[in-house]
């Protein structure tokens, strides 16, 4: 069986040091489309390192993305092939604001398997810490299709319930064609992003853009549209990837707003409203 939940579950944490500066926050920023217009004040927050702030969704980048979604498939008990995987959730805890630079200890491990039927759930949990405490946590939620059926625990099924009324704010962001390119620089080379025969090979049309990219997005577009521009507020953030994003597509972000927290639903403009992003809730303050 490719994937032997007891030994991934049994298996020690793994830690190491991971480092970012100005520079990596600066091409993550870019990477989420970032800086448009140039001069834009409220842009150059995020572009500029003398004024630079950190969208907490860097968390998933930080030190190059390790472990990231293909650093859990090297883990004790998982052996599939990497055509299989899709990023299925993701989840962040932010304990304290992200510094633009910094060195901390990461520690990760898989928190959780679960058996679909058609396919397994891995969660891989990462811990990162400085001098001063933690900063934040992540959970990458692993779909891993035709490895499920071996009868193990299911986990949890619930779906959040749709918001209802009309959204507070709808705000739409464009793709850019070479966005997946540029984001992939951050960290994530699976080549599913990169490379068409790839893609194919995978059950896609064409290249699709990194599901983190699209979490990255809608953030900044929460931040910047309900939070007044302040990173800092961001206290949570999970979010389900219900469908693909391709490069050139427009995304429609669409905002419940209460004084604690942001339900947000995005879709795809040009495919008929297809959900990109589902179950998807920023808590704030």
């Not at 830690?15 to 448009?36: C, F, M, N, P, R």
């Amino acid at each position: 069986m490719p994937i032997d939940a007891a030994k991934a579950l049994a298996a020690g944490p793994r830690t190491g040091e991971i480092s970012w500066d100005h520079k990596d926050v600066q091409l993550y920023h870019l990477g989420i489309g970032a800086g448009s217009p140039a001069t834009d004040p409220d842009e150059l927050r995020y572009t500029l390192e003398s004024r630079l702030h950190v969208l907490p969704s860097f968390a998933t980048v930080a030190g190059a993305g390790k472990p990231g979604v293909t650093g859990g498939l090297s883990m004790p008990g998982i052996e599939v092939e990497l055509a299989r995987v899709l990023h299925g959730g993701q989840s962040l805890l932010v304990h304290r604001p992200i510094p633009a630079a910094g060195t901390a200890t990461a520690t990760n491990r898989i928190a959780a398997v679960y058996d679909k039927g058609t396919a397994a759930v891995l969660v891989l949990r990462t811990e990162v810490a400085d001098g001063e405490g933690p900063l934040w946590t992540n959970d990458a939620q692993i779909f891993i299709r035709g490895e499920g059926g071996w009868g193990g625990d299911r986990g949890p099924s619930a779906r959040l319930e749709p918001p209802t009324g009309e959204p507070d704010r709808t705000v739409e962001r464009p793709v850019r064609d070479d966005q997946a390119l540029l984001y992939r620089l951050s960290g994530d080379w699976n080549p599913l992003h990169a490379d068409p025969e790839f893609a194919k090979v995978a059950g896609f049309e064409r290249p699709i853009l990194h599901g983190l990219c699209t979490y990255g997005m809608t953030l900044k577009a929460v931040v910047d549209t309900l939070l007044g521009g302040d990173v800092t507020r961001v206290r949570s953030y999970a979010t389900r990837f219900a469908g693909v994003v391709y490069p050139g597509e427009t995304l429609r972000i669409r905002m419940w707003h209460t004084p604690g927290s942001t339900r947000v639903a995005v879709s795809a403009v040009e495919r008929a409203d297809a959900p990109v992003l589902a179950d998807t809730v920023v808590e704030h303050t």
